[in-house]
């Protein structure tokens, strides 16, 4: 770009102080901006996520999960196909496996929910696990449904999120039978990440086939985390 200028007349500078006011003033407007909240558009955007998710379960309770199409949650969610595939670029099988993941947390938040503090014993809470994990698996109307209707479809994306699942119980027993140890309920010589693990695949065993055992008898409950899941790690007896 070519700068015209009248010859003849002196440029007159600007002072060094003003030339750098700009400068301070932009670093007030970045000071008072920092820290601040999330805008709406953030808050917005979460809303219709967690609106998608739910159109996505609405549409498979209502019509099946063979029967889901990525129009009927646009229309379910109240947006439009094309806003849908922004939030969701992988379409319904994208749809499918987030809902599946959301729906193994709320499920294992309403596990924990409902059982006895790790505090009040280690065997009393991973019998609370068991049992609680069960019934609210067979209180899960959509799911059971379509483990009998459709298990050829929900099987295979179930079972994407069964090492997930694995993997974060893990982490919670792990860190229960740390506790545990250093309240003195477990043998002196455990080892509890290689119990946590062993303890979280014989949970998740027993709770989607429990064999003989009756989980609605708390005293069986308890004896099948001592002698099977807890079986040498806690003390006999």
Known sequence: MVHLRCPHRRRVRPHPAARRAPHRRAGRRADRGAGRPAGPGVSSRRDLAARIL????????????????VEAVAVRAGTSRATL??????GRD????????REVERFFGAVMD?????????VDHVAGIV????RLLG??????????EEADAIVPSLATVQPLVARGLARHLTATLGDAAGRGELRPDVD????GDHAA?????YVGSPGGWDLDDPDEARRLVRDRILAGVVPEG
């Open 54 to 69: 739910d159109a996505t379960f609405a549409e498979v309770a209502a019509h099946g999960l063979g029967a889901l199409t």
């Open 85 to 90: 595939y922004r939030h969701v670029p992988g």
């Open 94 to 101: 994208e749809l499918i496996a987030r809902t599946i993941e």
């Open 114 to 122: 409902s059982v006895p503090l790790p505090s009040t014993g280690v």
């Open 131 to 134: 049992v609680a994990a069960q």
């Open 139 to 148: 209180e899960h109307d959509v799911l059971q449904r379509l483990l009998v």
């Open 192 to 195: 509890v990440d290689e119990a």
């Open 201 to 205: 695949r014989l949970v998740l065993s």
